[in-house]
């Protein structure tokens, strides 16, 4: 069943002057972009000494009540899992991964991140828990998601569902948009600061998104933002396997590796912030 519009983003609603702030943004007006043109993450500024902002709150606006603030389409009690994807599901194939720090700049360990979305066809699965999963942040901050591009729903841009939450904080109710979505300009919840980078990855799509939550956070062991005590591994090359925590040369700059990947030509860490911190 294809559900409905989202209550208040239908048509002939007043258009205030944060929705206009917001589709200015949409349309490239004031989102902070890093020099390789992807959007700055978190983890960019951890480690500068300055508080972190946290990451925005965004409800569907179906909720008259405040426990509905998640949309209608929330469910309890999502499977723990990391991947979504059943076998032969239709859909773009799509990983979602990044860190979640506290405001304090501190990756946060066993945070709870409740992912779900619609399916190829902009449909939720009310009945079971198709497209639905939550997890836990690693030792490091780290989450990733194995799922599938979100489709379209009416009165909706593309976007996935998410509640975040660091052991015994608040509850974040929130949402992750795409970058270049033509509907971002006109959805009345979208917001800017709620983007991820977003790259092709064979068919498939690859984003990263970083989550600030409103905890102070304390720095452990496997910090990203630890300063390094560990020498270089040697040169940055194609063609090999990096981890997290890895540190090569590249160009007379050292670089610490934050997400897991196979190097490749193009990929060179001044360009990927997604894949390399300058240290
Ligand atoms: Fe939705």
């Known amino acids: 069943m294809t559900p409905p519009p989202h209550r208040d983003a239908g048509a002939g609603r007043p258009i205030s002057r944060k929705s206009l702030l917001k589709a200015a943004v949409a349309a490239g007006a004031a989102v902070p972009l ?7 993450l978190a983890r960019d500024s951890a480690g500068q000494g300055r508080p972190l902002s946290v990451t925005p709150a965004c409800d569907d606006g179906d909720g008259p009540t405040h426990d509905q ?21 239709p859909g773009t194939a799509l990983t979602v991964s990044g860190y979640v720090f506290g405001r304090h700049c ?49 009165g909706r841009t593309r976007h996935l569902h998410v509640k975040a939450q660091a052991p015994g904080g608040p509850v974040l109710t929130s949402q992750l948009y795409f ?14 600061a709620l983007l991820m980078n977003v790259r092709g990855a ?11 939550l409103d905890v102070d956070g304390t720095p452990g062991p496997g910090d990203p ?36 990947h196979t190097s490749m030509a193009g990929w060179e860490p001044p360009h990927v912030s997604a894949l390399w911190r300058r240290e």
């Open 34 to 40: 890093l020099s390789s043109g992807t959007r700055a």
């Open 69 to 89: 603030i998640e949309g209608p389409y929330f469910k309890p009690d999502s499977p723990l899992r990391t991947n979504l994807v059943d076998a032969g599901m």
């Open 106 to 154: 501190s990756p946060l360990a066993g945070v709870l991140l409740d992912f779900w979305q619609a399916d190829d066809a902009g449909s939720y699965d009310m009945a079971g828990y198709t497209l639905r999963g939550h997890q836990f942040t690693d030792a490091r901050g780290a989450f990733s998601l194995t799922t599938i591009v979100p489709g379209l729903y009416p």
């Open 179 to 192: 970058p270049g979505e033509p509907r971002n300009a006109t959805d009345a919840l979208f917001d800017a």
């Open 202 to 212: 064979g068919n498939g799509k690859e984003g990263t998104f970083d989550f600030v």
């Open 225 to 260: 933002t630890d300063p390094p005590t560990d020498p270089p591994s040697g040169a940055w090359a194609p063609g090999r396997s990096y981890a997290v925590g890895d540190r090569v040369g590249y160009q007379g700059g050292t670089y610490r590796c934050v997400q897991a």
